[in-house]
């Protein structure tokens, strides 16, 4: 089944520890997305593609980076973890349009 | 700043009711609107989008648009308690990227 597929699905790491969080799809779809959601907060963009096109929000931290060596994979990097970063990491890809997400990479930071 | 407003709740209907979860949008230029059901710690998962003002029905789900009012609605016929989850509602804000509001939680009794 054509899907998105996120890894790990629990990452936990240390203050300031960097950590990489991955997330791959079979949908083949141009645009991917990395959001950030909090307990009963909205999904917040943090960055999408559009192909090769990044597009960085203006109010996502420094702390935070992207890469998307293909199509199929993308990954967030966290360089310097804090504990204000602890959330539910969600992965998104569209045709555009409608978006479809990953089951998401709960991060606790210690 | 572009916002997608809901109702935070809890709503809560009794099984077998109609359950009625409204959403507000900012940006009139937003062509596209999407509802997602998200159960506590899983990922949004896309239930309905619908593109032009008035009714879009799928099974016991029906999505409302007035886009004169930016009023989306959904409802949910013959709710029953796996229904339960918080509702995101999602504006279409062009240039690949949707604004979600931060849902409102459904409760459904037994």
């Known amino acids: 089944d054509a899907m998105v597929i996120q890894n790990p699905r629990y990452q936990v790491t240390q203050f300031g520890k960097p950590v990489t969080l991955s997330c791959s799809q079979t949908l083949n779809h141009n645009v991917m997305y990395w959001y950030q959601q909090k307990s009963s907060q909205a999904p917040k963009l943090l960055f999408h593609?559009?192909?090769?096109?990044?597009?960085n929000e203006a109010d996502t931290p420094d702390n935070f980076q992207s890469r998307r060596p293909n199509t199929s994979f993308c990954f967030l990097d966290i360089r310097s973890p804090g504990l204000g970063d602890a959330a539910m990491y969600l992965c998104?890809?569209?045709?555009?349009?409608?978006?479809?997400f990953g089951p998401g990479t709960r991060l606790t930071v210690l | 700043q572009k916002e997608v407003e809901q109702n935070s709740g809890p709503l809560s209907v009794p099984e077998g009711a109609i359950a009625s979860l409204n959403c507000t949008y900012s940006d009139r230029g937003s062509q596209s609107f999407f509802w997602y059901r998200q159960y506590s710690g899983k990922s949004p998962e896309l239930i309905m989008s619908?593109?032009?003002?008035g009714d879009k029905e799928d099974g016991r789900f029906t999505a409302q648009l007035n886009k004169a009012s930016q009023y989306v609605s959904l409802l949910i016929r013959d709710s029953q308690p796996s229904d339960s989850a918080t509702y995101l509602c999602?504006?279409?804000?062009?240039?690949?990227?949707?604004?979600f509001g931060a849902g409102t939680r459904l409760f459904v009794k037994a």
């Open positions: 619908i593109y032009s003002n």
């Open positions: 593609y559009y192909d090769k096109d990044f597009n």
């Open positions: 998104a890809t569209s045709h555009p349009g409608e978006q479809f």
């Open positions: 999602a504006a279409d804000t062009g240039g690949f990227k949707t604004i």
